[in-house]
């Protein structure tokens, strides 16, 4: 895979604050790399960064061989970049605005035309093309910043929040063209909302407190976690006694824990050993010894408690 | 370069998408015209000479330049936008020279509008056209020098009325530095030689010789300076202070 981006112990500090702390990572072609991490994490900085807009304290980032502090003109124009909130001149009109970053980013007359005519319809901005940017609704701002980064159709895409603030069918929309560039782009994407994650990423790494905590495949990140493919079964609770001291002596389960949910059901949780499949074998159990039950499911974990339980205390679970 | 016209152009485009451009221009003309004809007697004195009319024009810059360079940086920075238009492929140079060039400009078209007095007093008598023509490019190139002091003002700030206030204080120490009221103070504690630099600094007192159809190379070389140094200044706040 060709490396597009390379970071290498990339740091900012603002004054006595450091608000990004070496960071070192790599996204190659046809990769969407997830930046997750709280807000104030260093996401927007560390993207900042590679964007040129900022310079780092140390270390260095590079866009295709390029060293943004020695070639920063180089680097931004092999970039698309979606600052937070996508903030575009308010005064301008779609079109003109457009116009004006293509004439900036080297395409003008016909071939300018042409390109933004493709960009708009992709991202289904004709119905407001001629409309000035102040009264698009925030859906429609937020397409405008995604059409300008994409209009040079460059080879690395750096999406600041690209969905914050849209509606599910916006979100879904978005996503969908993220997937569509993927294959031929490198391309970086900061969120908080996990799902998109799993949805568009094929690779998420995780920031808290300035620095990389994790970085895997989605599933390599739920791996991490206790409850990652522990199987969960719901019983009425006169039964729930035996069905915990079979399932305990079951081959490939670590352990098992039980709750009293609140509908008065039980609800007991097997603990696999290792990457151990036990599902089957908890089914078996429960057959064998015919204990009724109501639910018996696989839980893969969520993003959402990988996310919690490397963030919340920050530095102690790196 | 390329680049540099292109934030210019749109820079400009977007003066004349608001009112505010009209305002400003009429308000220029007003003012020029208000003051050249009832303070400054521009009938009483009997002279077919445009010398009332540009003595006021130090005043008006004071007042009206830095309006238009209050929101060259500060709006890019109150919006965001300088984020969009510092990511795109240019230098930090290209963008404030770009705006400059923009607000400069538009500043001429301010000064090119007050043209009917010029034929006013062709009409009225045989003016020393060589002498008007070089005021207004003695004027415009003040105007520049004003602005790029304006522009530095607003890149250090993103509160538009703190800009505003700035640019006209030090403007006004500039427009007045030849005469003691500015020098007594540098006396006070000053080595001399920097006294003489402020004294040779002074906007009114380079454009009152350029206005009596003096105009020498060293002026031109000291407005053309200022310029230089204000924007180089500019280009140092905007990098410095552009995530702040």
Same mark, same amino acid.
């Given at each position: 895979?060709?490396?597009?981006?390379?970071?290498?112990?990339?740091?900012?500090?603002?004054?006595?604050?450091?608000?990004?702390?070496?960071? &070192?990572? @790599?996204? /190659?072609?046809?990769? =969407?790399? $997830?930046?997750?991490?709280? +807000?104030?994490?260093? *996401?927007?900085?560390?993207?900042?960064?590679?964007?040129?807009?900022? &310079?780092? @304290?140390? /270390?260095?980032?590079? =866009?295709? $061989?390029?060293?943004?502090? +020695?070639?920063?003109? *180089?680097?931004?124009?092999?970039?698309?970049?979606?600052?937070?909130? &996508?903030?575009?001149?308010?005064?301008?009109? =779609?079109?003109?605005?457009?116009?004006?970053?293509?004439?900036?980013?080297?395409?003008?007359?016909?071939?300018?035309?042409?390109?933004?005519?493709?960009?708009?319809?992709?991202?289904?901005?004709?119905?407001?093309?001629?409309?000035?940017?102040?009264?698009?609704?925030?859906?429609?701002?937020?397409?405008?910043?995604?059409?300008?980064?994409?209009?040079?159709?460059?080879?690395?895409?750096?999406?600041?929040?690209?969905?914050?603030?849209?509606?599910?069918?916006?979100?879904?929309?978005?996503?969908?063209?993220?997937?569509?560039?993927?294959?031929?782009?490198?391309?970086?994407?900061?969120?908080?909302?996990?799902?998109?994650?799993?949805?568009?990423?094929?690779?998420?790494?995780?920031?808290?407190?300035?620095?990389?905590?994790?970085?895997?495949?989605?599933?390599?990140?739920?791996?991490?976690?206790?409850?990652?493919?522990?199987?969960?079964?719901?019983?009425?609770?006169?039964?729930?006694?035996?069905?915990?001291?079979?399932?305990?002596?079951?081959?490939?389960?670590?352990?098992?824990?039980?709750?009293?949910?609140?509908?008065?059901?039980?609800?007991?949780?097997?603990?696999?050993?290792?990457?151990?499949?036990?599902?089957?074998?908890?089914?078996?159990?429960?057959?064998?010894?015919?204990?009724?039950?109501?639910?018996?499911?696989?839980?893969?974990?969520?993003?959402?408690?990988?996310?919690?339980?490397?963030?919340?205390?920050?530095?102690?679970?790196? | 370069?390329?680049?540099?016209?292109?934030?210019?152009?749109?820079?400009?485009?977007?003066?004349?998408?608001?009112?505010?451009?009209?305002?400003?221009?009429?308000?220029?003309?007003?003012?020029?015209?208000?003051?050249?004809?009832?303070?400054?007697?521009?009938?009483?004195?009997?002279?077919?000479?445009?010398?009332?009319?540009?003595?006021?024009?130090?005043?008006?810059?004071?007042?009206?330049?830095?309006?238009?360079?209050?929101?060259?940086?500060?709006?890019?920075?109150?919006?965001?936008?300088?984020?969009?238009?510092?990511?795109?492929?240019?230098?930090?140079?290209?963008?404030?020279?770009?705006?400059?060039?923009?607000?400069?400009?538009?500043?001429?078209?301010?000064?090119?509008?007050?043209?009917?007095?010029?034929?006013?007093?062709?009409?009225?008598?045989?003016?020393?056209?060589?002498?008007?023509?070089?005021?207004?490019?003695?004027?415009?190139?003040?105007?520049?020098?004003?602005?790029?002091?304006?522009?530095?003002?607003?890149?250090?700030?993103?509160?538009?009325?703190?800009?505003?206030?700035?640019?006209?204080?030090?403007?006004?120490?500039?427009?007045?530095?030849?005469?003691?009221?500015?020098?007594?103070?540098?006396?006070?504690?000053?080595?001399?030689?920097?006294?003489?630099?402020?004294?040779?600094?002074?906007?009114?007192?380079?454009?009152?010789?350029?206005?009596?159809?003096?105009?020498?190379?060293?002026?031109?070389?000291?407005?053309?300076?200022?310029?230089?140094?204000?924007?180089?200044?500019?280009?140092?706040?905007?990098?410095?202070?552009?995530?702040?």
């Amino acid at each position: 895979m060709e490396t597009m981006v390379e970071l290498d112990n990339l740091s900012k500090h603002f004054g006595p604050f450091v608000a990004v702390d070496g960071i &070192s990572l @790599t996204v /190659g072609k046809g990769e =969407v790399l $997830g930046f997750l991490g709280p +807000n104030g994490a260093g *996401k927007s900085t560390t993207m900042r960064m590679v964007a040129g807009f900022l &310079s780092p @304290t140390s /270390g260095t980032a590079k =866009v295709c $061989g390029h060293d943004v502090a +020695n070639e920063p003109v *180089k680097v931004k124009s092999l970039l698309g970049y979606m600052a937070e909130g &996508s903030p575009s001149y308010e005064d301008m009109t =779609v079109r003109s605005f457009l116009t004006f970053i293509a004439e900036v980013r080297g395409l003008s007359g016909h071939a300018a035309k042409v390109r933004i005519e493709e960009v708009v319809t992709k991202i289904k901005l004709e119905d407001v093309i001629d409309r000035s940017i102040d009264v698009l609704s925030k859906g429609y701002k937020r397409r405008v910043g995604l059409a300008q980064a994409i209009l040079h159709d460059p080879p690395v895409l750096i999406l600041d929040e690209p969905t914050d603030g849209l509606d599910p069918n916006q979100k879904h929309h978005v996503r969908s063209l993220i997937e569509d560039m993927a294959a031929e782009k490198a391309i970086i994407v900061s969120t908080h909302i996990l799902e998109e994650v799993e949805a568009v990423c094929t690779r998420a790494v995780i920031i808290g407190n300035g620095r990389l905590l994790a970085d895997g495949t989605s599933e390599d990140l739920l791996r991490t976690l206790p409850e990652h493919n522990a199987v969960h079964i719901v019983v009425t609770p006169d039964v729930a006694a035996s069905a915990v001291a079979k399932l305990q002596t079951a081959a490939g389960v670590s352990g098992v824990s039980q709750i009293t949910r609140a509908d008065g059901s039980t609800e007991i949780q097997c603990a696999p050993e290792g990457d151990a499949e036990i599902l089957d074998t908890v089914g078996s159990v429960l057959r064998d010894n015919t204990i009724a039950y109501s639910q018996l499911y696989k839980n893969r974990g969520d993003l959402d408690a990988v996310f919690r339980s490397i963030t919340a205390g920050g530095a102690n679970h790196a | 370069m390329r680049n540099l016209w292109i934030i210019a152009k749109r820079e400009l485009k977007g003066y004349f998408t608001t009112p505010m451009a009209f305002i400003f221009v009429a308000i220029f003309v007003a003012m020029t015209g208000a003051f050249t004809f009832y303070i400054g007697r521009f009938f009483d004195r009997g002279q077919a000479s445009l010398e009332p009319f540009f003595s006021f024009h130090p005043w008006l810059y004071l007042l009206l330049v830095p309006a238009v360079a209050m929101r060259l940086w500060s709006e890019e920075r109150k919006s965001g936008t300088i984020e969009q238009l510092l990511t795109l492929p240019i230098t930090t140079a290209d963008a404030v020279l770009g705006k400059f060039l923009a607000a400069w400009l538009f500043c001429g078209i301010a000064l090119a509008a007050t043209f009917p007095i010029w034929i006013t007093v062709s009409y009225l008598g045989d003016p020393d056209h060589g002498v008007i023509g070089l005021s207004y490019i003695g004027s415009f190139l003040m105007a520049g020098a004003f602005l790029s002091i304006g522009t530095c003002m607003s890149a250090l700030t993103r509160n538009q009325i703190i800009a505003f206030i700035g640019a006209a204080a030090v403007c006004f120490i500039f427009t007045m530095s030849g005469l003691d009221l500015v020098l007594n103070f540098f006396r006070a504690w000053a080595p001399s030689f920097l006294v003489d630099v402020i004294a040779a600094s002074s906007f009114l007192v380079r454009f009152e010789s350029v206005t009596r159809g003096v105009m020498e190379l060293r002026d031109v070389v000291f407005f053309l300076s200022m310029m230089a140094f204000w924007l180089f200044a500019t280009t140092v706040a905007v990098d410095a202070k552009k995530a702040a």
